[in-house]
């Protein structure tokens, strides 16, 4: 079965800092990942995905993602954090050997302070 | 385009009581999905459909019904609530369900069932 876990609840940092949201993922297949991230009393929204090709994904708003087949992560980063970058942030797989369901972790908030 | 619109917002319902969680989505998609979000958790399937008159379970089916009349449509009803249904729900669509194809997500519904 495919899982997702993101390792931190939260994550704080100072506007201006580089930031980073971890994710780690299981697949029996080939992964799919996705980062989606949700502001309050909004839906989820799509920031970026890994398909195939270069480890280095670039998303919306400056955000960027590294896939590591070795270490099977997926981790979220942004050079220069924002405050307006706070939010709920989600990762999500799909395996080729799951029926091509979307599995999600349990999410990370992301504190940027001033 | 309004994308995915979800109706209403928030509810408050008894134990036993029924109410149906209504989703439209304006993009011609022919996938759409409900999600349950639960605090700490990532969301979690319930029902998907992949065009008019075809749905199927997903990871949480138990409690819901839905249907799909028209593309635009896919309603998620609640028969009987419990309080193990209080949650954040979410209806996404996507215009097919390879494997690369990302999820346009609603606002959500909260509901509290007391």
């Known amino acids: 079965a495919q899982s997702v876990a993101q390792p931190e609840d939260q994550v704080n940092v100072a506007e201006g800092n580089p930031l980073t949201v971890k994710c780690t993922y299981s697949?029996?297949?080939?992964?799919?990942l996705f980062w989606y991230v949700q502001y309050p009393n909004r839906g989820l929204q799509f920031l970026l995905k890994y398909i195939t090709g270069d480890n280095l994904v670039k998303g919306s708003y400056g955000f960027e993602a590294e896939f590591n087949k070795s270490q099977t992560s997926f981790h979220l980063k942004k050079p220069s954090a924002l405050v307006s970058d706070s939010a709920l942030y989600f990762c999500a797989v799909r395996d080729t050997y799951a029926g091509n369901m979307l599995t999600f972790g349990g999410g990370t908030r992301l504190m940027v302070k001033p | 385009n309004a994308g995915v619109t979800q109706t209403p917002k928030f509810r408050i319902l008894k134990i036993g009581q029924s109410m149906t969680l209504q989703c439209t989505q304006d993009m011609n998609h022919n996938y759409m999905y409900w999600y349950r979000q639960d605090p700490g958790m990532g969301l979690k399937l319930i029902y998907y459909s992949v065009g008019a008159g075809i749905t199927d379970k997903g990871e949480v089916p138990n409690g819901y019904n839905v249907s799909r009349s028209t593309t635009e449509d896919f309603p998620l009803r609640l028969e009987l609530a419990a309080p193990s249904q209080t949650s954040v729900y979410f209806c996404?669509?996507?215009?097919?369900?390879?494997?690369?194809?990302?999820?346009?997500f609603g606002p959500g519904t909260r509901l509290l069932v007391l």
């Open positions: 996404a669509s996507s215009y097919d369900r390879t494997i690369q194809e990302t999820q346009y």
């Open positions: 697949v029996s297949g080939n992964p799919y």
